[in-house]
């Protein structure tokens, strides 16, 4: 297994930057849907994540999706400044914030489904913007994606490239006007992102890479090293690949060096390479538990992947990190120890590839 190779250098202890924050949306993604759980609300998820603690550190905040019955996308100026009293009496500042593009906008839609996607990111680009003002929001970006199928961006790979990117400089210019910067996350289920020679197309044909750039997510990005939705071109690992380390290392590697550039935002994360889906496309993977024995990441170690350069040195280009682990159970989201793992886990992270101001 991979886990066996060495370790990246470690940082001296006591290092208190990136800062840890979790995730809220696992109370959101995969809830409230006929036949799913419930919605966990906003107030439980800020609960449980502030009675976590290892050691005496706690997760210094939270990241947001902008959704119900969390956070409105229309949410006042008002609810605004409501929304961060709440969270900073937990002690936490708020990161970064999901634009929530895909319930009527598509970035390679037609006209309309197009305009509701910049729509949604400047709607998201406001609420973060006033956070900033607020006073609870140091760091941190708006998060998207194309919210179109890979099925769909198949049958054009050229010209919906071009269209995903006159749609994402349309939303950069929204971002760009409120001191705000775009990062699309790398999964295999969105068109145009659904590979890394894909998401780097995207990107360049963008155009835009001090304003729209990548959030890498260990999970997701674990996939592009294995070539899912995308030609046999585009797997890094061999054909044969049974988690050999060095086989491992050299792809997690290759594929860091192309996309890290772009890199504005990180997500710690857990995957067992598994995907699931229907026919050739529409496939995706699920996070797992961070300490889940059938993970295939070391996640304090291949963090550095993301926090180092290829040279080894910390890059210090993400001022927070996110825990991001959706689809849980409820029952798994109740239970307080899921979340001192999860910060156990962050608070390595931080100490493998951080540093101290």
């Known amino acids: 297994m991979n886990k066996k190779t060495s370790a990246a250098p470690a940082a001296a202890a006591g290092n208190n930057f990136p800062k840890l924050h979790n995730a809220m949306w696992p109370g959101l993604v995969g809830k409230g849907s006929p036949g799913a759980e419930p919605f966990i609300d906003l107030d439980t998820m800020l609960d449980l994540t502030a009675k976590a603690e290892v050691n005496g550190v706690k997760f210094d905040g939270v990241d947001l999706f902008l959704y119900d019955p969390h956070v409105s996308i229309d949410i006042t100026d008002d609810g605004l400044k409501k929304l961060a009293e709440k969270i900073q009496k ?56 194309t919210a179109a199928s890979v099925t769909d961006w198949d049958k054009d790979p050229k010209g919906n490239t071009k269209l995903i990117a006159k749609t994402f400089r349309e939303g950069g ?23 890394w020679k894909y998401m780097i197309q995207t990107l360049e044909e963008t155009a835009m890479p001090r304003v729209v750039g990548f959030q890498a997510d260990m999970a997701h990005t674990l996939l592009y090293t294995l070539g899912y939705n995308a030609p046999v071109t585009h797997r890094i690992v ?39 889906g229907s026919g050739d496309h529409e496939k995706t993977g699920k996070h797992c538990p961070v300490n889940d024995v059938n993970g295939k990441l070391n996640v304090a170690r291949d963090a550095g992947y993301w ?40 608070i390595q992270v931080r100490e493998n590839h951080g540093w101290r101001e």
């Open 90 to 145: 937990k002690g936490f500042n708020v990161g970064s914030v999901v634009a929530p593009v895909w319930f009527e906008g598509s970035a390679m839609g037609d006209e309309t489904k197009r305009a509701n996607w910049v729509t949604a990111v400047k709607k998201a680009c406001r609420i973060a913007q006033k956070l900033r003002e607020l006073g609870v929001r140091p760091s941190g970006v708006v998060r998207i994606d």
């Open 173 to 195: 210019k929204v971002a760009k006007d409120h001191g705000e910067r775009l990062a699309a996350e790398g999964e295999i289920c969105w068109g145009g992102m659904q590979s």
């Open 238 to 276: 061999p054909a044969k690949f049974s988690w050999e380390p060095e086989a491992f290392h050299k792809a997690m590697k290759k594929m860091t060096t192309a996309l890290r550039p772009w890199m504005f935002d990180f997500h710690v994360a857990q995957n067992d390479a598994t995907v699931k």
């Open 307 to 346: 926090l180092r350069d290829d040279a080894g040195k910390v890059t210090k280009k993400t001022r927070h990190i996110c825990w991001d682990g959706c689809m849980f159970p409820n029952e798994m989201l109740m239970k307080q120890e899921t979340w001192n793992n999860i910060l156990a886990s962050m």
